[in-house]
């Protein structure tokens, strides 16, 4: 599927991958918004603790380590015909 198609994918809930990634086990997900009191580390030195924030939804990625970091598509990741879903 192309990104279009992966991206209405990733909002209605499932995890994507490319075929043509290298890592084992690498997909994207999104990260559903919330509301919360500032409570700990980072935020807590930013915000005064008790402060209701915002957390904007966004897309994630699961690393073939096991690690979570914040995902932005590379022009290629755009262009690209090779997303797929995974389980």
Known sequence: MDFSDALRAIKAGHRLARA????????????AGSR???????LLGIYPEG?????????DMKTADGSVVPWQPSQSDMAAEDWEIVA
């Open 51 to 59: 402060t209701e924030i915002t957390y904007q939804p966004h897309i």
């Open 36 to 42: 919360f009191r500032v409570n700990r580390p980072p």
């Open 20 to 31: 043509g990634w290298n890592g084992k086990g690498m997909f994207v997900f999104q990260v």
